[in-house]
């Protein structure tokens, strides 16, 4: 939900063809619609995830919505509970998120919340969340209470502890959750692993085949980067621009210029032929991003279109989805 980079435009036209796009993907053969949280973007970026996923809920049956990520420290943690009990309720255990620390102080500040606790603060809100949808009571702030409705997905909904610390393996461990690296990190995945089977714990790491790359389709594609590279550049430079010291993120590496975002392939535009070679010869991951950066959504609708209309014709039925909508993540 990244638009052209102006704070003060218009989202509505936006926000109504996501809804349609992913009524469309929903009844097309795609595993699933996601989307992300930001706070202060200048291109708008999705701030609240939560509200567009019960959206989204409403208008599919069948794919998995997910979040990727949920800034979990953010929010008060028995609010965040009651929210996601009822989306997974309109979902009917549909709802898959990522939980996040994030990596912006100003986030934090905007939120009333102290940055330098974000790790206590997740810690506690990833506590009281698994309590919460439990079944009995659980002591919290002094005070025995019981946090209704509980969600649909029994033991609770599904969710992965996410990250590219080693801080974020050994929590997403102590947890006993699923660990999420946005990329291939076998290091991490490994002390992930270690530390499970040192605390008697099972669970497992997932990461995305191509990392973070979003794909396009377009018949000709040096057409369409001199097309679409400048609403592309909005969301790249909004990202790289938010590079801390010390916290690291995938894609983050700044581009001058479209040439040079186009030799990164954090975006890559494909013609349908190129994209049904690679997955004849073995890729199974497709990310497709049809709002990005203030694209224009007939543009948007054409990219899906020519992924349903001249790609899966032509290619194996989809895999089942990552983690099925029946996987309880005990």
């Given amino acids: 939900m990244t638009n052209i980079a102006d704070p003060t435009a218009r989202h ?23 989307g992300e949280e930001h706070h202060l973007a200048t291109t708008g970026w999705l701030p609240s995830p939560l509200l ?34 009822v989306l997974d309720n309109l979902a009917q255990g549909r709802f898959s998120f990522v939980a996040g620390m994030g990596y912006r102080p100003e986030e934090y500040h905007a939120a009333g ?18 309590q919460a949808w439990g079944d009995e009571p659980f002591e919290y702030d002094g005070a025995v209470i019981n946090v209704t409705p509980k969600p649909h997905t029994r033991p609770h909904p599904f969710f992965f502890v996410g990250g590219m610390t080693a801080a974020a393996a050994r929590r997403a461990a102590r947890f006993g959750l699923p660990f999420s ?52 550049m909005n969301e ?40 049904v070679a690679q997955i004849r010869s073995g890729r ?17 609708w054409a990219s899906l279109h020519r992924l349903v209309d001249e790609v899966f014709p032509h290619v194996r039925t989809p895999r089942p989805p990552a983690i099925p909508p029946d996987v309880n993540g005990d």
């Fill in 113 to 130: 919340k102290d940055w330098s606790q974000r790790g206590a603060l997740m810690d506690r809100c990833l506590s009281v969340l698994l």
């Fill in 12 to 34: 509505g036209d936006r926000y109504r063809a996501a809804l349609e796009m992913a009524e469309y993907a929903d009844t097309n053969g795609f595993t699933a619609v996601s």
């Fill in 181 to 232: 690296p946005p990329m291939a990190m076998p290091d991490l995945v490994a002390l992930y692993e270690r530390e499970l089977r040192e605390r008697g714990k099972t669970g497992f790491a997932y990461h995305p085949e191509n990392g973070s790359t979003v794909t396009l389709l377009h018949p000709d594609p040096d057409e369409a980067w001199s097309r679409y590279g400048g609403f592309l």
């Fill in 236 to 275: 790249a430079a909004e990202y790289s621009g938010w590079k801390r010291a010390g916290v690291p993120r995938p894609n983050e590496s700044a581009a001058a210029s479209i040439r040079e975002l186009r030799r990164l392939n954090n975006v890559e535009i494909l013609t349908p032929e190129e994209l």
């Fill in 52 to 85: 567009l996923a019960a959206a989204l809920a409403g208008r599919t049956r069948h794919v998995r919505i997910s979040v990727n990520a949920l800034i979990v420290p953010l929010y008060d943690p028995i609010r965040l509970a009651e929210d996601i009990a």
């Fill in 284 to 300: 199974t991951d497709v990310v497709m991003n049809p709002l990005v950066g203030g694209l224009p959504i007939e543009d948007g």
